[in-house]
């Protein structure tokens, strides 16, 4: 079955502690992106990446970093300088190239909580 | 970064009634989107718009392009309980290209039996 992963579901963390969130897809799309979503809020961009080994900050990207090694995966580190970390996190992917769309397919999810 | 103006906020119906929701922004989108979420669950896609003035349908779901470019709507007829959740749109392919979306705050449905 094609889709987008990602694990774990739930996550706890305690504060000061960097932690790494999975997304793995399987669709051989090269566009990734992490949303962080907050409760009652849309989606913010945090990072992005159109191919494997490049990747572009997108609108809240302070306190996270990602990798880009393989085209299959894109990795979120959410680091101890975020100062708000706890949220849901939605990882998402996007195939690119000649007739491809603008349409963005998404992962279930991962809750972060952190205390 | 900029976000769309997704209205209602928030909707409370009796099952069966009809739903409209609407997007607007201050720019042009090539491209419209509507998803749907499940609590704790990643959206969905429900509706891709490509084309101003298109009207696209899914089912009971039904969706148009607004002609300035700047607006979309999305209607749903004879709402039944699973159609509960947060339904956002998105646009694409304006003046950021068509790497990255623009989400509006969500509309959230909610369906009284």
């Known amino acids: 079955d094609g889709g987008i992963t990602q694990s774990p579901k739930y996550l706890f963390r305690k504060e000061g502690q960097n932690v790494t969130l999975s997304c793995e897809q399987n669709?051989?799309?090269?566009?990734m992106y992490w949303y962080r979503q907050d409760p009652g809020q849309g989606l913010r961009l945090i990072y992005y990446?159109?191919?494997?080994?490049?990747?572009q900050k997108g609108d809240i990207a302070e306190g996270y970093s990602v990798s880009r090694e393989k085209k299959e995966s894109f990795p979120l580190t959410v680091t101890s300088a975020q100062k708000n970390p706890t949220a849901f996190y939605l990882c998402?992917?996007?195939?690119?190239?000649?007739?491809?769309?603008?349409?963005?397919?998404f992962g279930p999810g991962t809750r972060l909580t952190v205390t | 970064g900029q976000q769309l103006n997704q209205s209602p906020q928030s909707m409370f119906i009796q099952e069966g009634e009809d739903v409209s929701m609407n997007c607007t922004s201050s720019?042009?989108?090539?491209?419209w989107l509507w998803y749907k979420q499940d609590p704790g669950e990643g959206p969905v896609l429900l509706i891709a718009?490509?084309?101003?003035?298109e009207l696209t349908s899914n089912g009971r779901l039904t969706a148009q392009f607004g002609i300035t470019r700047k607006d979309s709507f999305l209607n749903i007829s004879a709402s039944i309980p699973s159609d509960v959740g947060i339904y956002f749109c998105?646009?694409?392919?304006?003046?950021?290209?068509?790497?990255?979306?623009?989400f509006g705050q969500g509309t959230r449905l909610t369906i009284n039996p």
């Open positions: 998402a992917s996007r195939p690119t190239g000649t007739g491809s769309s603008y349409e963005q397919y």
């Open positions: 669709l051989n799309h090269d566009a």
């Open positions: 990446s159109q191919i494997v080994n490049d990747f």
């Open positions: 720019s042009i989108f090539n491209t």
């Open positions: 718009l490509y084309k101003a003035g």
């Open positions: 998105a646009g694409s392919g304006g003046f950021q290209g068509a790497q990255k979306l623009v």
